[in-house]
């Protein structure tokens, strides 16, 4: 499989006041990761990182 990256449409979460996204994406270990994450000036924290789900992995791996 191709290491495509694939950014799921931002969320806007009221009680914080900000945009979340989220990423999917193989690591250097093949492994697929959902990466969440926002944007403010000059940076992007990450809120977390974990593995991808069954069906997150199926919707990758489909195009999805």
């Given at each position: 499989m191709e290491n495509v990256f694939v950014?799921?449409?931002?969320k806007l979460l009221d009680s914080v006041g900000e945009f979340r996204f989220l990423t999917i994406g193989q690591s250097k270990l093949q492994k697929?990761?959902?990466?969440?994450?926002?944007?403010?000036?000059?940076?992007?924290?990450?809120?977390?990182?974990r593995l991808a789900s069954?069906?997150?992995r199926k919707n990758y791996e489909s195009g999805v």
């Open positions: 950014i799921v449409p931002a697929l990761l959902v990466i969440s994450h926002t944007e403010r000036e000059n940076e992007i924290p990450l809120i977390s990182a069954k069906q997150e």
